[in-house]
């Protein structure tokens, strides 16, 4: 990288830009192996939660309809932690890209952050993350109604339990934004 300003600028904000883009392709793996390994977790466990519905006979053991809200309760903190978890990430991610195209501004010749994030912005990928999490606490929910009916105060709960799920992952996002002035 030829330094316009004799002083090393240009090489410490290459080397800083090469720093951010390594942080930003770090970040993906990370992401995409929580997004992976979670995603999984959760999937078997709705599937297990889905066998708490089958009862016959001759059971030894039966749970009370407490104790199957009880899990259904707990795969729902696990969707909204794993959701909190992938935002974090994504919120330091955000960050380094924003540093890289403050570098690649400097430069005017560098764009692929630029590319990248308008990509992303164009498309709403991000919009399809939400959407998969939300649909994980309905899906929760779906299995919920179906193992605890009827008992209808139980089945309020879990109905519950999911809308704060779904607004904490709608709101989650917008916390700590600074509200947009009235035009």
Same mark, same amino acid.
């Given at each position: 990288?030829?330094?316009?300003?004799? !002083?090393?600028?240009?090489?410490?904000?290459?080397? +800083?830009?090469?720093?951010?883009? !390594?942080?930003?392709?770090?970040?993906?793996?990370?992401? *995409?192996?929580?997004?992976?390994?979670?995603?999984?977790?959760?999937?078997? @466990?709705?599937?297990? !939660?889905?066998?708490?519905?089958?009862?016959?006979?001759?059971?030894?053991?039966?749970? *009370?309809?407490?104790?199957?809200?009880?899990?259904?309760?707990?795969?729902?903190?696990?969707?909204?932690?794993?959701?909190?978890? !992938?935002?974090?990430?994504?919120?330091?991610?955000?960050?380094?890209?924003?540093?890289?195209?403050?570098?690649?501004?400097?430069?005017?010749?560098?764009?692929?952050?630029?590319?990248?994030?308008?990509?992303?912005?164009?498309?709403?990928?991000?919009?399809?993350? +939400?959407?998969?999490?939300?649909?994980?606490?309905?899906?929760? +929910?779906?299995?919920?109604?179906?193992?605890?009916?009827? *008992?209808?105060? @139980?089945?309020?709960?879990?109905?519950? *339990?999911?809308?704060?799920?779904?607004?904490?992952?709608?709101?989650?996002?917008?916390?700590?934004?600074?509200?947009?002035?009235?035009?």
């Amino acid at each position: 990288m030829p330094d316009r300003n004799g !002083d090393g600028l240009d090489q410490r904000l290459f080397d +800083e830009w090469k720093e951010a883009r !390594d942080m930003i392709s770090n970040l993906d793996g990370t992401l *995409s192996n929580l997004r992976k390994y979670g995603f999984s977790f959760i999937a078997a @466990l709705l599937a297990t !939660d889905s066998i708490l519905g089958q009862t016959t006979v001759n059971s030894t053991i039966v749970l *009370s309809p407490q104790v199957k809200l009880a899990v259904f309760g707990s795969t729902l903190i696990l969707v909204a932690g794993l959701y909190a978890t !992938d935002k974090f990430y994504m919120v330091v991610q955000q960050a380094a890209a924003a540093r890289a195209i403050e570098i690649e501004n400097h430069f005017g010749t560098m764009k692929l952050t630029h590319v990248i994030g308008r990509f992303y912005g164009t498309k709403h990928l991000w919009l399809y993350v +939400e959407l998969l999490y939300a649909f994980f606490a309905l899906a929760c +929910e779906t299995l919920g109604m179906i193992v605890l009916y009827p *008992s209808y105060n @139980l089945m309020f709960v879990i109905t519950l *339990s999911t809308a704060l799920t779904i607004a904490f992952i709608a709101l989650l996002p917008r916390v700590g934004r600074s509200p947009k002035p009235y035009p």
